[in-house]
């Protein structure tokens, strides 16, 4: 079967181009031809990367004037969008018959605006069980779940024990190994801060006052060039612009590979992931299959998400411009939260984290249990459709009695 995805390249630093890249890679051991239609990290030509055909954004910025053309070129049978659906515009229209949209729901309930945006689409494959309710409450009748991923042979521990993972990366990235390692990986890029960078540094404030010797990574873009904050503005009026640190901008935008963030990751104690609203949340699937305990938010799909560490309560909810509410996560709770942390044993929850991972968002076993069974339903419909279409007899054509 020839298969789509129309998401980000698969080469590219970001959350979906991760996915598109293992999702692409394990489509490929099925059997599969694979091609992508980039809408992120690709302009101006055609190209193909380790047997996958990428394909250029057009003029629009999310695809919308191009991805037929694109399923049609390379005669995709399947077109599965990874990217916020309410931004696609007649995609139903547009791929009759072959489009599967896997999108993420961030917030409560599920916009007005994602119902229309998915008319047309075959199944609508939402990320976790809770944005599956949400979808259903707003009356999406053909969706189903398949979660992200993770590669859990390259983001897994670097030694036997949490102890020794630790020293190994900390040796790698010379981080003193008395230092108290939270860190957090999100993108700086809506105001108010979807992310919640602004509750996650207040309370880090607070507990480096009762642990002097912590440090907060967080990997992003700390000025508010896309639409985000100003994270060092953040910090000062905390008071905690020595204790946040931050990637070299120029390193960052370069993109920092999945081998580089695995040992950061290895380097931490724990994963600040108490987002206002996640679709998902990657983050928390690669710093668990690194065997790290993780701190997440109550909302969403987060709750999930999280087999070692802690959930917070949210404080208050929020009104986003989508259409619904994001939930802003307790202060006081991430604060709590680090302290049981900074006691807890960190052995146990290597264990936990790992096993949880292994057992539920490896990449062998959603594929297995996910995409093997819907791809199957897709290769019968359309050997259906092969079969309807011989049994149409092709009409005789009429006799010429009189040529003209």
Aim: with cysteine.
């Amino acid at each position: 079967m020839k298969i789509m995805i129309h998401s980000n390249a698969p080469y590219a630093s970001s959350g979906y181009g991760g996915q598109t890249r293992y999702l692409s890679q394990n489509l490929l051991k099925l059997g599969h031809e694979v091609a992508v239609s980039a809408f992120y990290g690709l302009q101006g030509t055609k190209m193909e990367a380790n047997g996958i055909a990428i394909y250029p954004i057009g003029l629009d910025g999310w695809g919308n004037d191009i991805i037929d053309s694109h399923a049609d070129n390379f005669g995709a049978d399947m077109v599965i969008s990874l990217i916020d659906v309410w931004v696609l515009k007649d995609f139903g229209q547009k791929l009759p018959g072959r489009w599967y949209a896997w999108f993420p729901i961030d917030g409560e309930p599920m916009p007005e605006s994602f119902k229309p945006a998915l008319e047309g689409c075959m199944k609508a494959i939402c990320m976790n069980e809770w944005s599956l309710k949400q979808a259903e409450k707003g009356g999406v009748k053909n969706a189903i779940c398949i979660p992200h991923a993770v590669e859990h042979t390259i983001f897994k521990p670097l030694g036997k024990t949490r102890a020794e993972s630790r020293k190994i990366a900390r040796e790698l990235l010379k981080i003193p190994e008395s230092t108290f390692l939270a860190i957090m990986v999100a993108a700086n890029q809506s105001y108010p801060d979807r992310k919640a960078f602004t509750e996650q540094i207040e309370a880090f404030a607070m507990f480096n006052k009762d642990h002097p010797n912590s440090l907060a990574y967080l990997h992003t873009d700390s000025l508010p060039n896309r639409g985000g904050i100003d994270l060092h503005c953040i910090g000062k009026l905390f008071g905690a612009e020595n204790i946040i640190k931050f990637p070299k901008r120029y390193d960052y935008h370069l993109g920092f590979s999945d081998e580089e963030m695995c040992k950061l990751y290895n380097a931490a104690d724990v994963y600040l992931g108490a987002s206002a609203g996640e679709g998902f949340q990657i983050g928390l699937i690669e710093s668990q299959a690194c065997g790290i305990p993780v701190i997440s938010n109550s909302c969403g799909g987060m709750p999930e998400l999280t087999g070692a560490g802690w959930v917070v309560d949210w404080d208050h909810k929020e009104y986003y411009n989508l259409g619904n509410f994001h939930f802003r996560p307790s202060v006081k709770g991430i604060y709590e939260t680090l302290n049981k942390c900074y006691d807890a044993n960190k052995e146990e929850l290597f264990q936990q984290a790992r096993e949880f991972i292994l057992s539920n968002y490896s990449w062998e076993h959603v594929m297995k249990k996910c995409w093997i069974p819907l791809l199957a339903e897709v290769e019968e419909k359309m050997e259906e459709k092969k079969k309807i279409a011989k049994t149409i007899a092709t009409p005789e054509p009429e006799k010429v009695l009189i040529e003209v």
